[in-house]
């Protein structure tokens, strides 16, 4: 199904009942070319720049649940590309410009609204990181503009500027990012990947990957036996899980993130902030919510629920930053897994088994990344070559510590990343 404005005008007359289904819910086949484990966003996006810009379609996309309800749909739908290292940086800047370009590409509307990020500094230190930062994206080729006090209290008079402990210096905005609606990405791929012919499997979980002599030959599932050419993992939060399916130990810890939403408000807050001094940040949606996060709960595990000191700290935060925020009230909060690397960097690479792909370690950044994750490893799956803005992101890197990206310098320890 096509949309157009004539489409939903006529729709909205006659009740919406005119709508079909967006994608086929096939019975698996027994053989595909290629099989893609997760139907989160970076796996939705590889089976359709596969088959867009590959002509590959015969691919079917295995999903445990349902279309996008993983992370995809969990996470607080920040869109930016405001990176340092090289690596990084220009794989984001990379996916941003797919971003922009998003919503006719898929013929979708999926609400990508940029309305500008605005980095808080609190220190001369933190400033000179953040001039460092913002003078890495312009060479890049991105945007950053660097605010003092006053350009920081015009736009976002509400914040506290005077509290004692965290004085407010300024802050490095990006205007191109934003958010997007987080469900919409995932539906609009799933929807160009099924007018491409790709099979997109639901309630369909992957119990073993089958390997012979060194070569994928496909995968076990709930729904039976899936005989395949390539099989490409990028199941996000059970990338270790999965990965040890095929006799791989993966640098990932898994670690739950938490997010929160408040009742629906006027539009009061026009952009993306983050605060410099404690891990929050928020932005409001198009619904009214306040949409917030904070750090990662300290400890590895796969309940997608969190614990209470961390909504505590997150809530603890925004009261010291934006104190107007003790009125609004807390509607719901929820966990999602997120797949952190020892560098804080992802991994698109070919494994030791020939045939068989990995994309993952996208730890709680991977929603920015979901268009330029499936163009580049929709490349390396089409050609066995990697893709050049996702060129660094390789697994052996963590074997030989060359070519670590470890963008907040942190260590190998994967919950400070
Ligand atoms: C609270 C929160 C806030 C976040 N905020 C942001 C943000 O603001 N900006 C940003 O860029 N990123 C953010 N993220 C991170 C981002 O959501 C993830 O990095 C990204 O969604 C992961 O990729 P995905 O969409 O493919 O994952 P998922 O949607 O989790 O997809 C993986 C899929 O694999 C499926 N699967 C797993 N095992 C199997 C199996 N054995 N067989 C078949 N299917 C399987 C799962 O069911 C799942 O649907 C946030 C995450 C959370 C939880």
């Not at 503009?145 to 210096?169: A, G, K, M, Q």
Request: some cysteine; hydrophobic content about 40%.
């Amino acid at each position: 199904m096509g949309f157009s404005g004539f489409q939903v005008i006529k729709e909205a007359l006659l009740g919406q009942k005119g709508w079909a289904p967006m994608w086929r819910d096939p019975e698996p086949k027994a053989e595909y070319d290629i099989v893609i484990i997760g139907g989160g966003g970076h796996g939705l996006a590889t089976a359709f720049y596969l088959a867009k810009e590959h002509g590959l379609t015969n691919i079917a996309v295995l999903e445990k649940g349902y279309l996008g309800g993983g992370n995809v749909g969990r996470n607080t739908t920040i869109v930016r590309a405001n990176y340092m290292l090289p690596g990084n940086s220009e794989f984001y800047s990379h996916s941003l410009k797919l971003w922009e370009g998003m919503e006719q590409e898929l013929n979708y509307n999926v609400m990508h609204s940029q309305r500008g990020l605005i980095n808080l500094f609190h220190s001369d230190g933190q400033r000179d990181a953040f001039v460092r930062r913002g003078n890495a994206m312009i060479n890049q080729g991105d945007d950053a503009v660097l605010l003092d006090t006053d350009s920081v209290r015009d736009l976002l008079p509400y914040l506290d500027f005077e509290n004692v402990r965290f004085p407010i210096y300024g802050g490095l905005l990006h205007p191109r990012g934003g958010t997007a609606r987080h469900d919409a990405v995932a539906w609009g791929y799933a929807r160009g990947a099924d007018q491409r012919g790709v099979d997109l499997i639901q309630n369909c979980e992957v119990t073993s990957i089958d390997v012979t002599a060194g070569r994928v030959t496909g995968v076990q599932t709930t729904r039976g036996a899936i005989r395949a050419k390539k099989v490409a993992m990028v199941t996000a939060g059970r990338s270790g899980r999965v990965a040890a399916m095929a006799g791989i130990r993966l640098p990932i810890e898994s670690h739950i993130l938490q997010a929160f939403v408040t009742e629906g408000l006027k539009p009061c807050i026009d952009h993306v902030i983050s605060f410099g001094m404690g891990h929050f940040y928020i932005s409001q949606s198009d619904k009214g919510g306040l949409v917030f996060g904070g750090d990662l709960d300290f400890y590895a595990s796969y309940a997608a629920r969190g614990n209470l000191p961390m909504k505590e700290h997150v809530m603890e935060a925004a009261m010291t930053l934006m104190p107007m925020i003790g009125k609004a009230r807390v509607l719901r909060s929820w966990g999602g897994i997120m797949d952190m690397t020892p560098d804080g960097s992802p991994i698109i690479d070919k494994t030791g088994i020939e045939g068989l792909y990995l994309d993952c370690g996208w730890c709680y950044g991977g929603f920015k990344a979901v268009p330029g994750s499936g163009f580049s490893f929709a490349h390396l799956i089409a050609t066995d070559r990697h893709h050049e803005p996702a060129a660094k992101f390789r697994l052996d890197r963590f074997k030989t510590g060359v070519g670590l990206m470890d963008e907040e310098s942190t260590g190998s320890q994967h919950n400070l990343h």
